[in-house]
T-cell receptor, first 113, second 114 residues
Framework: GAVVSQHPSWVICKSGTSVKIECRSL??????MFWYRQFPKQSLMLMAT?????????EQGVEKDKFLINHASLTLSTLTVTSAHPEDSSFYIC?????????FGPGTRLTVT | AQSVTQPDIHITVSEGASLELRCNYS??????LFWYVQSPGQGLQLLLK??????LVQGIKGFEAEFKRSQSSFNLRKPSVHWSDAAEYFC????????????FGQGTTLQVKP
């Protein structure tokens, strides 16, 4: 099946710095990608929908200036957590939508110290 | 508002026993329904989905699910559980316009006893 990768798989950063997470569809083109956040032992919460060549659509309550999303090509979307704080520590998962279905990346564990 | 509820946070079954994971949804229109499995270090994998037609859906790894509109349910079943089925299972509902946007339930952790 289709493969979606995320990089890095885990990252530790200091409070106040910014972190970029990449999401790539390896063998298909994805006009739409999604970013989710998952807290320990909890569900996935949709943060935003990323459309290639246009601005991302953020879910209610998600700070667009804090979580910058760029979908520069049909195979790459990036999530930048700006001025990260400990409360931003979480597991971030992306998914990429093909014509058939949605494929999920393995996730990125972010720890802010 | 749309929502998905998985009443069982944690379930333990013996290997070889049958399994049923519950899922209830709240959605005003015809739902697109999904079951995903999440294993450590791996992305969510689609087990099965329901869009329309036959309400009993067959999926991968021997799983099946039945859509019951009257009960707003989409329960996942497997007749005989294997130790490798231990994982986190998520039910999700998609919008009828099929934008790809999904709302997930809280997840059910399945533990399999030898």
């Amino acid at each position: 099946g289709a493969v979606v990768s995320q990089h890095p798989s885990w990252v530790i950063c200091k409070s106040g710095t910014s972190v970029k997470i990449e999401c790539r569809s390896l063998d298909f083109q994805a006009t739409t990608m999604f970013w989710y956040r998952q807290f320990p032992k909890q569900s996935l919460m949709l943060m935003a929908t990323s459309n290639e060549g246009s601005k991302a659509t953020y879910e209610q309550g998600v700070e667009k200036d804090k979580f910058l999303i760029n979908h520069a090509s049909l195979t790459l979307s990036t999530l930048t957590v700006t001025s990260a704080h400990p409360e931003d520590s979480s597991f971030y998962i992306c998914s990429a939508r093909s014509t058939a279905e949605q494929y999920f990346g393995p996730g990125t564990r972010l720890t802010v110290t | 508002a749309q929502s998905v509820t998985q009443p069982d946070i944690h379930i333990t079954v013996s290997e070889g026993a049958s399994l049923e994971l519950r899922c209830n949804y709240s959605y005003g229109a015809t739902p697109y329904l999904f079951w995903y499995v999440q294993s450590p270090g791996q992305g969510l994998q689609l087990l099965l989905k329901y869009f329309s037609g036959d309400t009993l859906v067959q999926g991968i790894k021997g799983f099946e699910a039945e859509f019951k509109r009257s009960q707003s349910s989409f329960n996942l079943r497997k007749p005989s559980v294997h130790w490798s089925d231990a994982a986190e299972y998520f039910c999700a509902v998609g919008f009828s316009s099929n934008t790809g946007k999904l709302i997930f339930g809280q997840g059910t952790t399945l533990q399999v006893k030898p």
